[in-house]
């Protein structure tokens, strides 16, 4: 069974710095050349909305709102999905997760999957000034 469990989550100032983690049980990510994956974020009273969305080649694409400060790296090795995340600011509190589609098929409107199979539990950024 996949599971995907996320860690890094905390309290940082304005300005500093986090990376989650997203390490995946149940498969492995080389395995699979067909995976894609994606990092969202959820703000109390907010809509959940795409980070970072990595395709099946590995091209990754940000949401502007964090172009430029977050980067998402896979590591095959360690089976894990990082979010790095630098010069962080109030507005990226948030819960934040990670998913997975292993055989992924973008929507031609969209540019992502249609539905992710497998969702992280997530993990609380809180970001102060």
């Known amino acids: 069974q996949v599971q995907l469990v996320e860690s890094g989550g905390g309290s940082a100032q304005a300005g500093r710095s986090l990376r989650l983690s997203c390490a995946a049980s149940?498969?492995?990510?080389?395995?699979?050349?067909?995976?894609?994956m994606g990092w969202f974020r959820q703000a109390p009273g907010k809509e959940r909305e795409e980070v970072a969305f990595?395709?099946?080649?590995?091209?990754?694409t940000y949401a502007d709102s964090v172009k430029g400060r977050f980067t998402a790296t896979k590591d095959n090795a360690r089976n894990t999905l990082y979010l790095q995340m630098n010069s962080l600011k109030p507005e990226d509190t948030a819960t934040y997760f990670c998913?997975?589609?292993?055989?992924?098929?973008?929507?031609?409107?969209?540019?992502?999957?249609?539905?992710?199979?497998?969702w992280g539990q997530g993990t609380q950024v809180t970001v102060s000034s």
């Open positions: 990595i395709d099946r080649d590995g091209s990754t």
């Open positions: 998913a997975a589609e292993l055989y992924c098929a973008l929507a031609p409107r969209t540019g992502r999957p249609m539905t992710y199979s497998y």
């Open positions: 149940g498969y492995t990510f080389g395995s699979y050349w067909s995976t894609c």
